[in-house]
């Protein structure tokens, strides 16, 4: 059965008035650079990817609603799934073929002259690092050959990580900048487009944090942060991670670390990115 894409305007404008008003003072949230977005053309938007809530975040600024491309794993939630649903999203998933989901975006883009959205990294980051992209975006932009708008979260993985259940009090800045007018694609080789992409939506949240001294507040700032790190660098065991309030300790050896406001992790040389990287070297030595 043929997947009927859904856009109820009036919902969108409720979502946007309301949902958008709370989001933007709940999370502080900041926007840069919006006067790229073109007021009435079609245009694909490429943002990094932080969280489930980066689509609700961004339309809360677009001024029109976006049709998100969302993959299973958007849709596990109940409420996050008909919310998606009701905007207008793209599905892309395992059951659908890719040419049927670039059919659905080209329709949207070519037919209803609306506004596409795209997470180029298929899935939200674990330790606050841009993840590297999926190859076939490159080549959807080459086929648009229309305009391009980047959007680069900061601060949307701090505030509400992939691993937690909870926000953390601080705040959310969005950077809205052009990547591509479209004529320039066409001379372009899908190598070329995957580059700069790459590059221009690149972003290092616990840097970032540091550079700027952002600070997170939460009473449960290391609370399900087992789920990204699930392996003790101190005796290797990969069961034994366990958090409480802002506390990491893993119960075979007794190592514990404090995570602060700013994302520092206590008695660790490096922080949550390099953590992970060594926690996913050795898990694969180990298969």
């Known amino acids: 059965m043929k997947y009927k894409i859904w856009n109820l305007r009036w919902f969108n404008k409720l979502l946007r008035w309301f949902y958008g008003l709370y989001l933007r003072l ?12 073109p007021k009435s053309k079609p245009f694909i938007i490429i943002a990094n990817h932080v969280s489930v809530f980066d689509p609700f975040w961004i339309s809360a600024f677009t001024g ?25 999203s793209i599905p892309k998933s395992k059951a659908i073929p890719d040419l049927e989901t670039v059919n659905m975006i ?6 209803r002259h609306g506004i596409v ?9 674990w330790d606050g690092l841009t993840q590297p992209f999926i190859e076939s975006t490159a080549k959807l932009l080459k086929l648009f050959k229309g305009t391009v708008i980047g959007v680069k979260i900061k601060g949307g993985y701090a505030s509400r990580p992939r691993w937690s259940w909870n926000d953390r ?11 591509y007018d479209g004529p320039e694609l066409k001379s372009k080789t899908a190598e070329e487009i995957y580059k700069e992409i790459s590059l221009a939506l690149a972003h290092d949240e616990l840097t970032w944090i540091q550079e700027t001294r952002k600070q997170y507040a939460s009473w449960t700032r290391a609370e399900h942060l087992e789920l990204a790190l699930f392996m003790c660098p101190t005796c290797g065991d990969d069961r034994s991670m366990r958090s409480r309030c802002n506390r990491l300790y893993c119960t075979a050896c007794g190592a514990e670390w404090h995570i602060d406001t700013s994302y520092t ?8 990115h390099e953590w992970f990287v060594c926690q996913k070297s050795s898990f694969t030595a180990l298969l």
């Not at 709940?26 to 977005?37: C, D, F, K, S």
């Not at 959205?117 to 980051?125: D, L, P, S």
């Not at 009090?169 to 990547?179: A, D, N, T, W, Y």
């Open 169 to 179: 009090r601080g705040s959310i800045e969005l950077e809205f900048f052009k990547l």
């Open 26 to 37: 709940h999370y502080r949230m900041q926007a840069i650079g919006t006067e790229v977005l």
């Open 106 to 111: 080209m329709d949207v883009l070519r037919k």
């Open 64 to 88: 029109r609603p976006v049709y998100w491309v969302t993959s299973d794993g958007n849709m596990h939630s109940l409420i996050l799934r008909l919310l998606l649903k009701l905007v207008g």
């Open 265 to 272: 992790l206590s008695g660790h040389q490096g922080g949550i």
């Open 117 to 125: 959205g795209v997470f180029a990294e298929g899935q939200a980051t």
